[in-house]
């Protein structure tokens, strides 16, 4: 996660995330990325059910009325004790469409009254003015609302005609409650152009958050690898975000921009201020070391509807336990574990441009759900990192 307005606008200074000592437990959810413990973040796909049927879920969610979740209500408030315990500070319900679960709420208020953060993904269309009410009611932190372009396309993406509309209906009706929300925004072929639409909503909806997600293949994601934008493509996508993040900072209408799932956007972000304002450079270089990169297995976690502990949400394929079967902690901290335990510091085996990468220390060798999908080598070199041979050549920073 590479932010945008936090490096390249200057809303975090170095200096922000060593005031908390950068523990995760001190730290507040928007410096999270800094902390130098890492304890996960766990995205729990609480259900594989969902309302809609969008071309690119990693989860390929089901028909709401088509099975039950096997993971009870008991049973999860087990794992929230564990994962509060153990210290994880984020609790991400995610689904599929966790909304379609009637103990979403319950769940959410547990977590928070165990000392974690709880926050949501959803697709917004089954936020209700009620359902609104009860998530803030409860403490909920933050609601993240997938969003894919302006209407038609929207709605192409979803599967389901109207869903652009509830979308924002959904959007409003948490900023009626004072719920804090956000967009989602998953970058392709199908809809880079949309980029500016989607700047258009957070300032004209006065919506404080948007993450722009790079295209992972997995999943439904995984049929869309021809679709992922080409290097020069991506690079230009991300100036485009950067210019506009920076111009509703000139406008005296700052925003939190993010993106996700591609870590060269952070020496992408450097290498730009090198130009622009070479002091500034040094501190985002400072800040990106802080990061890390990815922390996929380190400082993030996933738990399947079934129960099933992955490195991330995108790397279903790979299993290292279950949390019916044994307390997630356990699972995350077993060293004979050998993939988990090598995601914990990846540097010594990644292959290819990763390897002999200036900015290895940075970006963490980056994403290997790609990676595999694309070399069928788990190791191999992210195929999406754009930046250039004389780019990443040089000594480790």
Known sequence: MIGISKLYCGAVEPSDALRYNRESGQLPSHLLQFAKDKKPVVVWNMTQRCNLKCVHCYAQAVDPSSQKDPISNEKAKEIIDDLAQFGAPVMLFSGGEPLVREDLTDLAKYSISKGMRAVISTNGTLITKSKAKELKEVGLSYVGISL???????????????SYKKALQGVENCQAEG????????????NVTEIPHLF?????????????YHLVYSGRGSEMIKEDLDHQETRKA??????????????G???????????ADGPHVYYRLLKEDPAR????????KMNEGNSTGRGIGCISWDGKVHADQFMRHHTFGNVLERPFSEI??????????????????????????????????????????YYDDFWAQDPACYLTDEEIAGEPL
């Open 179 to 190: 719920l804090k929300v956000g967009l989602r925004f998953t970058i392709s072929k199908r």
């Open 148 to 162: 894919d372009g302006s209407e038609e396309i929207h709605d192409n993406f979803r599967g389901v005609k109207g």
């Open 281 to 288: 450079a040094a501190e985002v270089l400072e800040l990106l």
């Open 253 to 263: 209408l700052p925003k939190e921009v993010l993106t996700v799932d591609n870590h």
């Open 238 to 251: 991300v100036d485009v975000i950067m210019d506009r993040t920076r111009a509703l900072f000139d406008k």
């Open 200 to 212: 258009d909503l957070i300032e004209d909806l006065e919506v404080p958050r948007i993450c722009f």
């Open 332 to 373: 995350w901290m077993d060293d004979k574990i050998e993939l988990l335990h090598k995601l914990k510091d990846k540097r010594p085996y990644v292959k290819g441009r990763c390897a002999k990468c200036r900015f290895l220390n940075v970006c963490g060798g980056n994403f290997r759900a790609r990676a595999e999908a």
